[in-house]
């Protein structure tokens, strides 16, 4: 398979993953938002979602030591198995960049207001942007 050929793949696999990621937030949202009164567990909720941002921390690190083996490995013949390592690490990535959109779309039930919604959506898309595939390695 072509270089150019991962990249896009590892593209549109990154659109994916966001989508998977604000989804659930957007349709519970939707559905139930706007009858919800704010209750006992929106700071609480909101904190687990902040925090939740720490997940990453060590994903990003084994992102960051995969795209650098993935640079090392290019024009080699461990060129494949580099690209599909960097894919499974950037998978689990996407997992960990997913929990604060994804604790916001169960705090809708707690009764958690826009903006705190809106906060721990935008730190999903943020960390997720992270994971995207430098042109360094096209």
């Known amino acids: 398979m072509k270089r150019s050929e991962v990249r896009r793949r590892l593209a549109l696999q ?8 604000l989804a659930p937030l957007f349709v519970i949202n939707l559905l139930f938002g706007a009858d919800l009164q704010t209750g ?9 979602g902040v925090a939740s941002m ?12 995969a ?5 090392k490995a290019l024009d080699t013949p461990d060129e494949h198995d580099a ?4 894919a499974r690490v950037r ?12 604790i916001a779309a169960l705090a809708v039930f707690a009764g958690l207001e ?4 809106i906060l721990l959506a935008i730190s999903s898309i943020v960390m997720q942007c992270l994971y995207r595939i430098p042109r360094q390695l096209s």
């Not at 990154?14 to 990621?21: E, S, T, V």
């Not at 006992?40 to 687990?48: D, E, K, N």
């Not at 826009?114 to 919604?117: H, K, R, T």
């Open 83 to 86: 690209w599909l390592k960097l």
């Open 67 to 71: 795209l650098v083996a993935t640079e």
């Open 114 to 117: 826009a903006i705190p919604l």
């Open 54 to 65: 720490f997940v990453s921390l060590p994903l990003f690190t084994a992102y960051k030591h």
């Open 14 to 21: 990154w659109w994916r993953q966001l989508a998977l990621a």
């Open 40 to 48: 006992v567990l929106t700071m609480p909720v909101f904190i687990a």
């Open 91 to 102: 998978r689990s990535g996407f997992l960990g960049a997913a929990l604060p959109a994804w």
